[in-house]
């Protein structure tokens, strides 16, 4: 195979790749914060809530393009993933059902509803990240089955839930200042050692799922080379509990540091991913040539991109960039 | 019991008529309120921003709503309808790629400012954030349609090993019958937000709301939708048209025509009867059907008995059109008899204000009633002549459909009464009772 035949398909899942990174952080630190939502504590609510509200929709947009690529690339992978996945598929759409909506009624309806609205919300934001992590656990697996893989998944959804919670605090680190930023600041510690414990289980676990994966990463030379990803990952943590050790700071000071390191953590960890299953696109079943859809409707979708998704990065800078500074009460006026 | 396949297509008929409300509000909604936003900035006239201010509300739920259905039928394409996808996905995916790339992070990106925005960015950043995402939700009707009319009148493709193949990308998104469904649909989301401002307007009014605000927006509301259905009605009949060449069996069962005929009469009142393929109780003018479709009254109008087998379900077909065309003729006497009260003497009666207030969701009803027209009556296939809907159903357990179907439905109509309940607590909470209209100056009143 070569030429165009080979080159769309790589250049296909290198797009779907980045629209799921970008989208684990963006929409992952709004999921978080939906997360961490404290019941008890109305005031912090409201600027948690404030933090996300003129984001989470764009940031949702990228699981549209993700799951748009794959449908648009990978037409067969689409329909084996999402079939296979129907009823986990099912609870994502409920949670995020509930929480798009319930952002939106909470700001609307009477204040003696804020709060059901406002719970809508945190279960939405828990069940969401819970069946992602989920479905990602036995998307990893290659949907192989049976008990093993229904355990791996069930521990991924736990890991994926504490990433974006962790990722949700580290931007009320940021974005939110006094009482709010110093409990944020505590919640970052918790979630980042059930983060750790997450990410060291499925390195474990992974390569002796399949021997493809183990090969990947034991087999020299690369194996020195691919060190770096744990080695920086780690450093990145002990740059993060150093930072919060002394917690809070004089003026503000780096309170974009677990943010940034959380950022890192998140690309090194879908970096390994990639690299572990590439070039599957179901592991171990589909890859990316065999699920690829006509070259000519390739083509056709990747002149748009080349010309669109630029832009489309070029305004949500702008629009974070509009929004950036401590967190303010929404107001529609 | 019913089937997967069944069950399949009650779950995405529920999924995709909770989600085209909310897209029929807000495309033209959008429109409207860069109306209101350009109103403010030429005349400084505080009563259009209270209007922009009271309708952006209104506006972030119904897109919310939207939103969050939309990325459900996105997944149900994989989920249920794998088919879909492996057989025609070479020509629908990238036009669906299009609309996620050109609309939605259009709409969903420039929305935050254009809600939270207001003290950050100058007026003229807020205005244009309006406007951009106004051009984002009506890209999104623009490439959605094309698609829906590509599978309604499939062209510039090949089948190969069954699975299509596009030949020519222009031929795809403008075929033919794409041009008359973009247009019927963005001027059907024009009278839905129509009479939904004027409705909502007319509520208030009724309360005896004295804002000047809600003068404007009801006047907005009624002139806007007086200009737009006659404009609808022609359109309408042009679709209607290009139905007829390219979808005959649709016309068919819209008709209640079961056997070929000349001078075909227009059903007024009937209920098609698929048993003895005739109208009970049939109340009809006598070739008016062939009046209306051929121009002509001797006209041949092929019946439901040349597609045996291939042909829509009747009831619901005809129906549907019923109901959708008795709705723009109730729409065309509301709108047009308040349109001259308004003309005569700057006001509606309380009478006609009720008859408002009643036809707030009238759009809803027609675009439903029109959109089964068009669904129903393409089967018995989902991409016509190319792809039958029962070869594209999932092969998943009945069981896990039936319960999703159950909970989508559920939790629809949960969504839906909160979103009727928390519009009607706005409109009444926005009332104001004590204000004195302030006098419009002569520009205003020109609107």
């Known amino acids: 195979m070569s030429g165009e035949a080979y080159w769309l398909p790589v250049i296909f899942i290198a797009l779907m790749g980045l629209a799921v990174l970008i989208y684990a952080v963006l929409d992952?630190?709004?999921?978080?914060?939906?997360?961490?939502?404290?019941?008890?504590?109305?005031?912090?609510?409201?600027?948690?809530?404030?933090s996300i509200?003129?984001?989470?929709?764009?940031?949702?947009?990228?699981?549209?393009?993700?799951?748009?690529?794959l449908l648009i690339a990978f037409p067969s992978a689409h329909s084996a993933v999402l079939g296979y996945l129907y009823l986990p598929a099912f609870f994502l759409l409920l949670g995020l059902i509930l929480r798009g909506v319930a952002f939106d009624f909470r700001a609307k309806a009477?204040?003696?509803y804020q709060n059901r609205w406002d719970r809508c919300f945190k279960a939405g934001s828990i069940i969401a990240s819970l069946a992602q992590g989920y479905m990602l656990g036995i998307y990893v697996t290659g949907f192989s089955g049976g008990l093993l893989a229904v355990g791996f998944g069930l521990l991924s959804a736990v890991c994926v839930t504490a990433a974006y919670a962790f990722v949700g605090a580290c931007w009320l680190i940021l974005k939110a200042e006094g009482d709010l930023q110093r409990w944020a600041a505590g919640r970052a510690k918790i979630t980042a050692i059930l983060m750790i414990v997450g990410i060291v289980a499925v390195s474990a676990v992974n390569p002796f799922m399949s021997s493809e994966v183990f090969d990947k990463w034991f087999s020299?030379?690369?194996?020195?080379?691919?060190?770096?990803?744990?080695?920086?990952?780690?450093?990145?943590?002990?740059?993060?509990?150093?930072?919060?050790?002394?917690?809070?700071?004089?003026?503000?000071?780096?309170?974009?540091?677990?943010f940034a390191s959380a950022v890192g953590i998140f690309v090194l960890c879908f970096l390994a991913l990639a690299y572990s299953y590439f070039p599957y696109v179901v592991p171990g079943k589909l890859t990316i040539w065999e699920a690829a859809s006509a070259p000519e409707s390739l083509r056709f979708i990747l002149y748009g991109a080349a010309i669109v998704l630029p832009s489309i990065i070029a305004y949500t800078i702008f629009m974070y960039?509009?929004?950036?500074?401590?967190?303010q009460a929404l107001s529609y006026y | 019991m019913l089937d997967v396949f069944m069950l399949s297509r009650i779950q995405f008929a529920a999924n995709i008529t909770f989600h085209i409300l909310f897209p029929t509000i807000t495309i033209a909604l959008c429109w409207l309120l860069l109306f209101f936003k350009l109103r403010y900035s030429r005349t400084g006239n505080e009563a259009w921003m209270a209007a922009y201010r009271f309708w952006v509300k209104i506006f972030a739920l119904s897109f919310a709503l939207?939103?969050?259905?939309?990325?459900?039928?996105?997944?149900?394409?994989?989920?249920?309808?794998?088919?879909y996808m492996e057989t025609v996905g070479n020509v629908a995916g990238p036009l669906l790629g299009y609309e996620v790339l050109t609309a939605f992070f259009l709409e969903a990106t420039f929305l935050g400012i254009m809600l939270y925005g207001t003290k950050r960015v100058s007026n003229r950043v807020h205005t244009i954030a309006t406007g951009l995402v106004a051009v984002g939700t009506s890209l999104s009707a623009f490439w959605i349609l094309a698609l829906?009319?590509?599978?309604?009148?499939?062209?510039?493709f090949e089948m190969r090993d069954g699975v299509a193949f596009p030949l020519d990308w222009m031929a795809i998104i403008f075929n033919p019958s794409m041009p008359y469904r973009v247009t019927h649909m963005l001027l059907a989301s024009g009278l839905a937000a129509a009479f939904f401002v004027a409705g909502?307007?007319?509520?208030?009014?009724?309360?005896?709301?004295?804002?000047?605000?809600?003068?404007?927006?009801?006047?907005?509301?009624?002139?806007?939708?007086?200009m737009v259905i006659p404009l609808q009605i022609f359109v309408g009949d042009l679709h209607g048209l290009n139905t007829l060449e390219h979808q005959p069996a649709k016309i068919a069962a819209m008709e209640g025509v079961w056997h070929t005929e000349r001078g075909a009469p227009l059903q007024l009142f009937a209920l098609p009867n698929e048993e003895t393929q005739s109208n009970d109780y049939s109340i009809s003018i006598p070739r008016g059907a062939s009046w209306i479709l051929t121009h002509s009254g001797d006209g041949e109008i092929k019946g439901l008995n040349e597609f045996a087998g291939e042909h829509p379900p009747v009831m619901p077909v005809f129906w549907g059109f019923r109901v959708m065309v008795g709705m723009g003729m109730l729409m065309l006497l509301i709108s047009w008899s308040c349109s001259i009260q308004l003309w005569r003497r700057d006001q509606v009666s309380p009478l006609w204000q009720r008859a408002l207030v009643a036809m707030t969701f009238s759009g809803w009803l027609a675009t439903l009633a029109g959109w089964y027209v068009t669904e129903i009556g393409r089967q018995p296939f989902l991409v016509y002549g190319v792809l039958k809907t029962a070869d594209a159903v999932t092969s998943t357990a009945s069981g896990n459909v039936l319960f999703t179907a159950v909970t989508y439905v559920l939790l629809y109509i949960v969504l839906i009464v909160a979103f009727l309940h928390t519009l009607f607590y706005l409109a009444r909470k926005a009332v104001q009772n004590d204000v004195e209209p302030l006098a419009t100056t002569a520009k205003e009143a020109q609107l």
């Open chain 1, 321 to 327: 960039r509009i929004f950036r500074g401590k967190a």
């Open chain 1, 110 to 112: 009477r204040a003696d």
């Open chain 2, 148 to 156: 829906n009319s590509w599978m309604q009148t499939p062209a510039g």
């Open chain 1, 28 to 50: 992952g630190f709004d999921l978080g914060v939906g997360i961490l939502l404290p019941m008890g504590k109305p005031d912090h609510r409201h600027t948690m809530i404030a």
């Open chain 1, 220 to 258: 020299l030379p690369q194996a020195l080379l691919l060190l770096l990803i744990p080695f920086v990952c780690a450093i990145l943590f002990v740059t993060l509990f150093v930072y919060l050790r002394h917690f809070p700071y004089d003026n503000d000071f780096g309170s974009w540091v677990p």
């Open chain 2, 200 to 226: 909502v307007s007319a509520y208030r009014l009724l309360r005896n709301d004295r804002s000047e605000e809600v003068r404007l927006t009801l006047k907005t509301g009624v002139y806007l939708a007086a």
């Open chain 2, 66 to 83: 939207g939103v969050v259905s939309g990325i459900t039928m996105s997944f149900q394409f994989g989920t249920n309808w794998p088919g």
């Open chain 1, 53 to 69: 509200g003129p984001f989470w929709d764009a940031n949702e947009t990228w699981l549209v393009l993700a799951v748009g690529l």
